[in-house]
């Protein structure tokens, strides 16, 4: 069968500043961590040895091109632009991305630009990060002088990727520096996060830019156990907590009413201000980045909560293994497909239909030599992983729903946050001694895809 796509759609990849770059002139949160706990990255591979972006981004533009993408989403760095956050703008960063924008754009490669993926410069975590307001005020000055600089050739923006995942991985899970286990300072990050969005949009809005302004989201469907009402309902607090606390803001302008009663029972909301909730409401995107890469599936609790236990998501929830269900063992995720098509779904029937497209969706191998024939890597399982999920997005379209295009997470094997080049996700291989690139299979199949529009598959 054939699978056609609508003309003008996107295709590409997404990478980030902090995994690509290297070399950078201001502290982040993840070179002061692993300076201080190697141990916590994988094989004590830290943010340093990343895939050389700063010294290769002319000839990675080219491999881009080879791959056929019309479009491509990176990160500005916010410790690279504005070193400690607030003062000097850096001269040679500035260099570095107008030349990066230019050349993608010379190439016919639109450029998809975000402004912060996970990399606060340390010198506003140490002000308290994205618990003190004074952050917000600084993440949109930063914000503004990006617009200012960059805004007359890039018309895709995105505030946050990913927003919720520091709230987990700082303040709820520990996968992320600070390591704060504390469900109410989790709250403050999320909230202020939102703020911090409202206030981009808002300097956006009032610079009369030609493009967009967005967010990327990363959207987990939350399946319930059984249609049990017990199960129905932890799956409805799981999806309020995880999805619908930035999905509602950006796209409603407010936050859903049964959260805010949830968190406000169990005494947890964030401390609020009057005029809040009309920045909040100004905050409304034009265009919704989904990362999808596994569902959530979830059953009501089988035991009863420990009282001096700390507050936690998972007092309204249990996690599911759904028995038969298909796994990525390297990452330890279901994979599953029909999880793409729910998300477009839910966002056409209960969010009015927003523009959107796929941001992220990708799978990580671990050891992908084993699979090197004639010298190049025969990823087919990744291939057939991004047939299968283009297969349920495109009945999502061709039902209506208004996704413009798929990025693949990503264009070549990078550095991955704590488990450091454990994993591998890209088109293009990486040998880290040599920094050579080699298209792997799945990248000439994603060229052709592009190049064509479409895709054949049994």
Known sequence: MKYAFPDNFWWGSASSALQTEGAR?????????????????????????????????KTDIQLLKQ???????????????????????????????????????????????????????????????????????????????????????????????????????????????????????????AYHTVLAHAKAV?????????GEIGIVLNLTPSYPRSQNPADVKAAHIADLMFNRSFLDPVLRGEYPADLVALLKSYDQLPACKPEDGFLIAEGKIDLLGVNYYQPRRVKCRDSAVNPQAPFMPEWFFDSYEMPGRKMNPYRGWEIYEPGIYDILVNLRDNY???????????????????FIENGQINDRYRIDFISEHLSWLHKGISEGCNCLGYHMWTFIDNWSWCNAYKNRYGFIQLDLKTQQRTIKKSGEWFAATALNNSFDKE
Do not use: K
Request: with cysteine.
């Open 25 to 57: 002139e201001g502290e982040t949160t993840w070179d002061y961590w692993f300076a201080r706990e190697p141990n916590r990255f994988h094989n004590g591979v830290g943010p340093q040895q990343t895939s050389t972006f700063y010294q290769h981004w």
């Open 67 to 189: 791959l056929n993408h019309n479009s491509f989403r990176t990160s500005i760095s916010w410790a690279r632009l504005i070193p400690d956050g607030i003062g000097e703008v850096n001269p040679e960063a500035v260099d570095f991305y107008n030349q990066v924008i230019d050349e993608l754009n010379e190439q016919g490669i639109t450029p998809f630009i975000t402004l912060f993926h996970f990399d606060m410069p340390m010198a506003m975590q140490d002000i308290g990060g994205w618990e003190n307001r004074d952050v917000v005020d600084a993440y949109a000055r930063y914000a503004q002088i990006c617009f200012e600089l960059f805004g007359d050739r890039v018309l895709h923006w995105f505030t946050f990727n990913e927003p919720i995942v520091p709230v987990e991985g700082g303040y709820l899970y520990d996968f992320h520096y600070p390591n704060v286990v504390d469900f109410q300072r989790a709250a403050t990050v």
């Open 352 to 370: 009015g239909n927003p523009r959107c497209f796929i941001s992220e969706n990708g799978m990580g191998v671990e050891n992908e030599q084993r």
């Open 202 to 210: 808002q300097a956006y809005r009032a610079g009369h830019y030609a």
